[in-house]
Structure formats: structure tokens, C-alpha cells
């Protein structure tokens, strides 16, 4: 059963929780909740607030990039590999 649990995270958490530009979600707002269509759509997920909050902390969001960068297939998911070396850069700034 963790397994499948794993294998989700890893196949959706960039769709999920990556906004773009080396930013990493803390909080999800779903657009479609009605939409389970595979491959997840990124559209259908946002950030949403004044200012968005993404997480930059050292624990629980240096735990989400470790998983994004070493077990998530950026390629896939239609960003190019140099996008995980940004979400570090985001990280360090």
C-alpha cells in the first residue's frame, strides 16, 4: 500500500505542486476537482493568496525538492532538466 502512496507522489507532485520558475507550492488550490484525467494537467493547480506562499523552509520544503529532484522525470512532465538546478537556486537566495 506505501507503495502506491509513493508512486503517486512521485508521478504527481511536479504537475501538483511545482509552480514554475523554481517555486514549489506550500498550499494547492485545485481549479476542476472534477478532473483526474492522466496525465495531470499543470494548469488545473495553482497558487493562490496575496502574496502565494511556496514553501522555503529548510524542513518540510527542502524534504519536497529532495523528492522532486531526485525522484520526479521533470522531462515528462515537460519541463527541461535545468529546471531542478532553479528550484535549488530559489532555495539558496
Same mark, same amino acid.
Given at each position: 500500500? #506505501? *507503495? *502506491? #502512496? #509513493?508512486?503517486?507522489?512521485?508521478? +504527481? !507532485? $511536479? &504537475?501538483?505542486? %511545482?509552480?514554475?520558475?523554481?517555486?514549489?507550492?506550500?498550499?494547492? +488550490? $485545485? $481549479?476542476?476537482?472534477?478532473?483526474?484525467? %492522466?496525465?495531470?494537467?499543470? !494548469?488545473? %493547480?495553482?497558487?493562490?493568496?496575496?502574496?502565494?506562499?511556496?514553501?522555503? +523552509?529548510?524542513?518540510e520544503g527542502e524534504l519536497m525538492v529532495v523528492l522532486m529532484d531526485l525522484y520526479c522525470n521533470w522531462t515528462a512532465h515537460g %519541463? &527541461? *532538466? +535545468?529546471?531542478? *538546478?532553479?528550484? #535549488?537556486?530559489?532555495? !539558496?537566495?
Amino acid at each position: 500500500m #506505501w *507503495e *502506491e #502512496w #509513493w508512486t503517486g507522489m512521485v508521478r +504527481d !507532485s $511536479i &504537475p501538483v505542486f %511545482y509552480a514554475g520558475n523554481g517555486a514549489v507550492r506550500c498550499v494547492t +488550490d $485545485i $481549479i476542476d476537482m472534477y478532473n483526474k484525467t %492522466y496525465p495531470l494537467d499543470p !494548469s488545473n %493547480y495553482v497558487t493562490e493568496g496575496d502574496p502565494p506562499c511556496y514553501l522555503d +523552509d529548510p524542513y518540510e520544503g527542502e524534504l519536497m525538492v529532495v523528492l522532486m529532484d531526485l525522484y520526479c522525470n521533470w522531462t515528462a512532465h515537460g %519541463y &527541461p *532538466e +535545468d529546471e531542478r *538546478e532553479l528550484m #535549488w537556486y530559489v532555495r !539558496s537566495r
